[in-house]
């Protein structure tokens, strides 16, 4: 689960036992004597009193500022003593923080495959703070107790790590017992101010709770990190991501294009999943579940414009080890060589191997049948074609040039900072600090200029621009050639790589990565310039596009996708999709 996950869940765990509280301790009537609950207006006692302390130490498992806030608030509301709220806040705390830490050390890294495993943290973020305790040692744990959203990853590496048992509990017991009084203290002050504005109005005594809730999450979320330089970059990253629209999730986008889709096949075709038949090449027309060896292979008879390749079929890590190193001996290939999954969305598990262990360890994260492919250089672009099945030449429908973002070494700042300063770096910062969590102390020499990217992927962290200006009548007859060696493919895009922008205009010296059915996008919308309504103007455009192809391939016989059977094969590929991020 990642950060906005986690924090949501814990948002509404810790929200939803509040309200809980408040409600019960309202409303419920007499349990008897001694009684459960208090009555309005009386301190918890008794099995009540209890409870609630309980209930405090097990939400710090779930969120530990979240129930210490909640903590707070309670004291203020003079049901619960100050003393007794932060006991109890620590004592979760210390459990949980020790429970992660023992995962660490007796389970290490072949816990975190575990799909539950990532309710705790990822490998990723794991991967990231091995590298700073490794650099800052145990000390790393007292800072990281003031940062949110490190935490667990911070201890479960120390656990792994094999961090002196007596040193860990030291340190992360002094920085929980500098952070938990203050946090419930805070939330203490804060519950008492709100709430004698309003003790004449006993009504509205929880809607203040939740405002101060709601309040204090985001002073200690995203308040305090504005003290810092790096929690300024970080905020200003966030402010990105929420305010440009290239940044938004998939769903956030695609509403309006999926409404639009809706009308074309239900209202306009009359047939719902009509766009099925617009690749009949493709299953689903390329919707979901296109294997990518399938279609280089269909790919074969224009060799020229493909990378040397080959398929690794499911095994034992060893075995498919064993597959790899007797394909490149021939294919005639050396270090760095490209591995895939077979079937895969938005970059999914696409990464550049430069050596044997990192190949090992890409085999044994991935499940399905994976791609071999010969590494090419030069430039990355994303070309959108179509052709309707009446015409004999298709168009060009997108072009977009894929830039990789730099960074250059001024010989004091280390990789880190210099990635934080980067202006569009710090919208997808934890994806470039992931990638770089080995180095991220290193100094770079002055002038010396370092790629922060390797893969055309927008999520990975590419720069879209839009290439129309590189559109050529020879560059439109090369792509119908490329197109029209695969039968059946009329519209998608195609990922490829040129020399320069010169051969991509005369259509010389062109590799195809990949081919990208129905659910590929004009990829130049993503250009910074080009704002939400341009976006939907295209992808509505391209949506008409192909169900346009799609009714004369039905027409020609080309077979319609029933809605069951399109249904069901989507998520049975949405879930083999799922296990590969395992």
């Not at 765990?13 to 301790?25: D, E, N, P, Q, T």
């Not at 990464?351 to 010969?374: F, H, M, N, P, V």
């Not at 559109?471 to 195609?494: H, N, S, V, Y």
């Not at 799609?550 to 049975?572: C, I, K, S, Y």
Request: with cysteine.
């Amino acid at each position: 689960m990642d950060g906005r996950a986690k924090t949501l869940a814990g948002g509404i765990g810790v929200v939803a036992l509040l309200i809980a509280f408040v409600l019960s301790y309202r409303y419920l009537p007499d349990l008897g004597d001694p009684r459960l609950l208090a009555s309005p207006g009386e301190p918890f006692t008794g099995g009540g009193r209890w409870l609630i302390l309980v209930a405090i130490s097990v939400g710090t498992l779930v969120s530990e500022d979240l129930a210490c806030i909640s903590a707070g608030l309670l004291a203020a509301t003079g049901r619960l003593d100050y003393a007794s709220a932060t006991l109890a806040a620590f004592t979760g705390i210390f459990v949980g923080d020790t429970l992660i830490y023992g995962l660490g050390y007796f389970f290490g890294r072949p816990l975190l495959r575990h799909r539950w495993a990532r309710f705790i943290v990822s490998e990723r973020a794991v991967d990231r703070a091995a590298g700073q305790f490794r650099r800052h040692g145990v000390w790393i744990i007292l800072i990281t107790r003031f940062i949110p959203g490190t935490r667990s990853a911070t201890y479960f590496s120390a656990g792994a790590l094999h961090a002196p048992f007596g040193r860990f509990v030291l340190v992360f017991a002094l920085a929980a017992a500098l952070w938990t009084p203050f946090l419930v203290g805070l939330s203490h002050l804060l519950g008492n101010r709100l709430l004698r504005l309003y003790e004449n109005y006993e009504a509205f005594a929880l809607p203040v709770l939740g405002l101060a809730l709601l309040l204090l999450y985001l002073f200690f979320h995203y308040g305090i990190p504005l003290f810092t330089w790096r929690g300024r970059r970080r905020l200003r990253g966030k402010w990105i991501r929420s305010t440009q629209w290239e940044f938004w999730p998939v769903w956030q986008v695609n509403w309006l294009v999926f409404l639009h889709v809706l009308y074309l096949g239900i209202f306009r075709y009359r047939r719902p999943t009509l766009f099925t038949a617009v690749n009949p090449c493709m299953p689903h027309g390329g919707v979901v579940g296109e294997s990518k060896g399938a279609l280089l292979e269909a790919l074969a008879t224009d060799g020229e414009a493909l990378p040397a390749w080959r398929s690794l079929p499911q095994g034992t890590e060893t075995e498919r080890m064993t597959q790899l190193e007797s394909g490149m001996e021939a294919l005639g290939l050396d270090w760095p060589v490209v591995l895939k999954p077979d079937e895969g969305q938005r970059g999914l598990g696409v990464a550049i191997i430069r050596d044997k262990a990192a190949a090992r360890r890409w085999l044994a994260g991935s499940r399905g049948t994976a791609l071999l492919q010969e590494y090419v250089g030069g430039l990355e672009f994303g070309v959108f074609h179509f052709r309707y099945p009446s015409e004999t030449r298709g168009r060009i429908f997108s072009i977009a040039r894929k830039v990789q973002l730099e960074v250059t070494g001024t010989g004091k700042d280390t990789l880190e900072t210099l990635i934080l300063k980067h202006p569009r770096a710090i919208a997808q910062l934890d994806t470039y600090l992931d990638r770089f969590a080995g180095e991220l102390e290193r100094i770079p020499a002055v002038g010396e200029v370092l790629a922060l990217g390797e893969l055309g992927t927008h999520s990975l962290g590419s720069l879209f621009l839009d290439g129309q200006d590189l559109r050529t009548p020879q560059l439109e007859k090369r792509m119908d050639a490329i197109a029209g060696a695969c039968p059946g493919f009329f519209f998608g895009r195609l990922d490829l790589k040129a020399p320069d922008e010169d051969h991509l205009r005369r259509g010389e010296g062109l590799k195809v990565l990949e081919v990208n059915g129905l659910t590929s996008e004009a990829a130049h919308i993503y250009d910074p310039r080009h704002g939400l309504r341009h976006a939907w103007r295209v992808l509505c455009r391209q949506w008409q596009i192909a169900f346009e192809i799609a009714e004369e391939n039905a027409q020609r016989g080309a077979r319609v996708t029933p809605m069951r059977e399109f249904v069901r094969d989507t998520l049975a590929s949405l879930r083999r999709q799922r296990a590969e991020r395992r």
